[in-house]
């Protein structure tokens, strides 16, 4: 059989080349914000440690800007991942691996590339992300700690709670009238 005898079976590779490309750009977009969020990432670090509050904040506004994109490209990266399964013959939840391995070389050989660049950058965004959490919450705790110290030499009672802290209680304000 000819392709002219069954149109459908010549769109379907023409079909899976663009769903390809599409995927390949969708990784691409994503690969590209993975390495914004990374910078943003380092810089909230910089700020940590600088103390660079007004920086930290619009460090963190924008990485939620970035972390919103993210996740809208991931929902199409899902849809067209799906989608090009399907064309393929594959199951909808299909690994991107599965699906390189039906796609031609030169989309192959793409998309192989772009997916490994992309996890080896999402694995160095995680691993920067967790070292920067360590960070803020030990930052949290000495901060803390330091509100507790500030506290207990400012506290009157001197009143121990079951953690061995002492107690922060409500001030009591009270007056006494000396006229009456």
Same mark, same amino acid.
């Given at each position: 059989?000819? +392709?002219? @005898?069954?149109?459908?079976?010549?769109?379907?590779? $023409?079909?899976?080349?663009?769903? #390809? %490309? &599409?995927?390949? !750009?969708?990784?691409?977009?994503?690969?590209?914000?993975?390495?914004?969020?990374?910078?943003?990432?380092?810089?909230?670090?910089?700020?940590?440690?600088?103390?660079?509050?007004?920086?930290?904040?619009?460090?963190?506004?924008?990485?939620q800007?970035?972390?919103?994109?993210?996740?809208?490209?991931?929902?199409?990266?899902?849809?067209?991942?799906? +989608?090009? @399964?399907?064309?393929?013959?594959?199951?909808?939840g $299909?690994?991107?691996?599965?699906? #390189? %391995? &039906?796609l031609? !070389?030169?989309?192959?050989?793409?998309?192989?590339?772009?997916?490994?660049?992309?996890?080896?950058?999402?694995?160095?965004?995680?691993?920067?992300?967790?070292?920067?959490?360590?960070?803020?919450?030990?930052?949290?705790?000495?901060?803390?700690?330091?509100?507790?110290?500030?506290?207990?030499?400012?506290?009157?009672?001197?009143?121990?709670?079951?953690?061995?802290?002492?107690?922060?209680?409500?001030?009591?304000?009270?007056?006494?009238?000396?006229?009456?």
């Amino acid at each position: 059989m000819n +392709a002219a @005898a069954h149109p459908a079976s010549a769109q379907r590779p $023409a079909q899976s080349r663009a769903s #390809a %490309a &599409r995927l390949i !750009e969708i990784l691409e977009s994503s690969h590209a914000l993975y390495t914004q969020l990374l910078a943003q990432i380092r810089a909230r670090r910089e700020a940590i440690r600088t103390a660079d509050f007004v920086r930290l904040e619009q460090l963190e506004n924008s990485e939620q800007v970035i972390a919103a994109r993210l996740a809208l490209l991931d929902q199409d990266r899902t849809a067209e991942v799906a +989608a090009l @399964a399907v064309r393929l013959a594959l199951a909808p939840g $299909a690994a991107l691996t599965d699906i #390189a %391995a &039906r796609l031609g !070389e030169q989309e192959r050989a793409r998309l192989d590339i772009v997916r490994s660049e992309l996890r080896t950058l999402i694995e160095e965004t995680r691993r920067e992300s967790s070292i920067l959490r360590q960070a803020s919450d030990r930052l949290s705790s000495h901060m803390a700690g330091i509100l507790q110290t500030v506290h207990s030499a400012m506290a009157h009672a001197k009143v121990y709670s079951r953690g061995g802290r002492i107690a922060v209680g409500q001030n009591v304000v009270s007056s006494l009238d000396i006229r009456s």
